[in-house]
């Protein structure tokens, strides 16, 4: 709880609580990123499960999004992580918080198993309109995944920031 005090009282931590829009203009920033992540991660994801583009092969619809979802990753992470600073204290007792800890925890796991595993026989099934079982099974984890995150998320908004929306 030292640690997190201390997180709370560094200059931008206080500035985000301080100034009237510092939490506001965050949370837009955070749901940019986010939107910007997600939506395209969904694509590669419906990709996976034969739901959409399925006359793209998976590797090149992964390297047209990539640049796009990486980019956005970093903002949400960036902003994701000061506003943590900000209210890190409250986020620790947050039952919504650790749901969404574990559900990154879980869209993280699932996405390195898919580029380590799964993409390693990609060759012989880039171009199929229904990808192999393995590959399916990760677009499903990832966007139940994602869901939980963005569910768990807005939660916080409401239990521990008093957003209403």
């Known amino acids: 709880m030292e640690l997190l005090g201390w997180l709370e009282q560094?200059?931008?931590?206080?500035?985000?609580?301080e100034y009237v829009w510092g939490l506001p203009i965050l949370v837009a920033i955070h749901m940019i990123g986010l939107t910007g992540s997600v939506g395209t991660l969904i694509w590669f994801d419906l990709r996976l499960l034969g739901l959409g583009i399925g006359n793209c092969p998976v590797s090149r619809l992964y390297r047209l999004l990539e640049p796009w979802m990486l980019t956005s990753f970093g903002i949400?992470?960036?902003?994701?992580?000061?506003m943590f600073t900000a209210y890190a204290t409250l986020a620790v007792e947050d039952v919504f918080f650790w749901t969404k800890l574990a559900a990154l925890s879980v869209a993280g796991a699932n996405a390195l198993a898919y580029h380590l595993?799964?993409?390693?026989?990609?060759?012989?099934?880039?171009?199929?309109e229904l990808p192999p079982l393995p590959a399916q099974m990760a677009g499903l984890v990832s966007i139940i995944a994602w869901i939980v995150v963005?569910?768990?998320?807005?939660?916080?908004?409401?239990?521990?920031?008093?957003?209403?929306?």
């Open 76 to 82: 949400m992470i960036a902003s994701g992580g000061m």
């Open 117 to 128: 595993v799964t993409k390693r026989g990609i060759a012989g099934w880039d171009n199929a």
């Open 10 to 17: 560094t200059r931008i931590a206080v500035q985000i609580r």
């Open 150 to 165: 963005i569910l768990s998320g807005r939660m916080m908004a409401y239990t521990m920031y008093g957003i209403a929306s």
